[in-house]
């Protein structure tokens, strides 16, 4: 069984639990429910931002702990200030060390779109989502059937949540296209290796759609990468662990943003 596989066999019984704890009704009543969302989309295309996702994110399972002690609220609004596009936060718990209330914070001290990253199988997540202040969610192809995925994000869109659809390989892309997505994300991590590669993303740009908004994940430690990956068409970058594994995340992102745009203008 591969991570992914034991991801969502345990997102089940979670998802079963929290309806019968915090039922859709219960949810709608969010003070974030009727709330506009901010378009992560058109954050990512604008000219006065790196375009980077900056993520929040206390361990993985292929690393374990990354960073326990930093703090949501100090980190998002040091990610914002450094200039990033966009904020993602993990939510998933067991896994990754993440919580609600982290997305919830984010949202609090930062007026830029915030994706919820976890893995969405149901539309009881999405409602979820939107009560806790998320503009955008994660769908993972991998974890879905086409069919299913489509059907997700087409309910998000009921709730005004931008989609970022997230592939390996070009298997993952076609089958699984719909108009109901806004970004294509291409993750750079082998999912039964965990090992990365940005070749994975310059296989791929090209074969996405130019409809989509299209960023890379995963495996980003270094400015120049940015560089490579912008003139290859990528418009978005999600980086979270090269932040993470510092003291301080947020200068990690402000000293990695001012470097890329040094490159940038050269």
Same mark, same amino acid.
């Given at each position: 069984?591969?991570?992914?596989?034991?991801?969502?066999?345990?997102?089940?019984?979670?998802?079963?639990?929290?309806?019968?704890?915090?039922?859709?009704?219960?949810?709608?009543?969010?003070?974030?429910?009727?709330?506009?969302?901010?378009?992560?989309?058109?954050?990512?295309?604008?000219?006065?931002?790196?375009?980077?996702?900056?993520?929040? &994110?206390?361990?993985?399972?292929?690393?374990?702990?990354?960073?326990?002690?930093? &703090?949501?609220?100090?980190?998002?609004?040091?990610?914002?200030?450094?200039?990033?596009?966009?904020?993602?936060?993990?939510?998933?718990?067991?896994?990754?060390?993440?919580?609600?209330?982290?997305?919830?914070?984010?949202?609090?001290?930062?007026?830029?779109?915030?994706?919820?990253?976890? =893995?969405?199988?149901?539309?009881?997540?999405?409602?979820?989502?939107?009560?806790?202040?998320?503009?955008?969610?994660?769908?993972?192809?991998?974890?879905?059937?086409?069919?299913?995925?489509?059907?997700?994000?087409? =309910?998000?869109?009921?709730?005004?949540?931008?989609?970022?659809?997230?592939?390996?390989?070009?298997?993952?892309?076609?089958?699984?296209?719909?108009?109901?997505?806004?970004?294509?994300?291409?993750?750079?991590?082998?999912?039964?290796?965990?090992?990365?590669?940005?070749?994975?993303?310059?296989?791929?740009?090209?074969?996405?759609?130019?409809?989509?908004?299209?960023?890379?994940?995963?495996?980003?430690?270094?400015?120049?990468?940015?560089?490579?990956?912008?003139?290859?068409?990528?418009?978005?970058?999600?980086?979270?662990?090269?932040?993470?594994?510092?003291?301080?995340?947020?200068?990690?992102?402000?000293?990695?943003?001012?470097?890329?745009? &040094?490159?940038?203008?050269?």
């Amino acid at each position: 069984m591969d991570i992914l596989q034991k991801i969502i066999a345990h997102k089940e019984k979670e998802v079963a639990e929290r309806k019968g704890l915090f039922p859709p009704k219960l949810l709608e009543q969010s003070i974030y429910f009727e709330s506009k969302t901010v378009s992560l989309k058109k954050y990512l295309l604008r000219e006065d931002k790196s375009g980077i996702i900056a993520e929040f &994110k206390r361990k993985s399972p292929s690393k374990g702990m990354i960073n326990a002690h930093a &703090k949501v609220e100090r980190t998002t609004i040091g990610y914002m200030q450094a200039g990033a596009s966009a904020l993602s936060v993990l939510t998933d718990s067991e896994f990754f060390g993440g919580k609600n209330e982290d997305l919830s914070t984010a949202r609090k001290f930062n007026f830029c779109p915030v994706l919820r990253k976890d =893995f969405i199988i149901d539309e009881y997540q999405i409602i979820e989502a939107k009560s806790i202040g998320a503009d955008a969610i994660l769908l993972i192809a991998a974890a879905l059937t086409p069919e299913r995925l489509k059907e997700l994000a087409a =309910f998000a869109k009921t709730l005004h949540l931008e989609v970022l659809m997230e592939i390996h390989n070009e298997e993952e892309l076609h089958p699984y296209l719909s108009p109901d997505l806004d970004v294509v994300g291409v993750n750079n991590r082998n999912l039964k290796t965990f090992e990365t590669s940005i070749e994975t993303s310059k296989m791929l740009v090209d074969k996405i759609p130019n409809e989509f908004v299209k960023i890379s994940e995963s495996g980003i430690s270094d400015p120049a990468t940015i560089v490579e990956l912008k003139k290859v068409g990528f418009q978005g970058f999600l980086i979270g662990e090269t932040f993470m594994k510092t003291g301080r995340p947020e200068r990690a992102a402000a000293e990695f943003i001012e470097a890329v745009q &040094k490159q940038l203008s050269v």
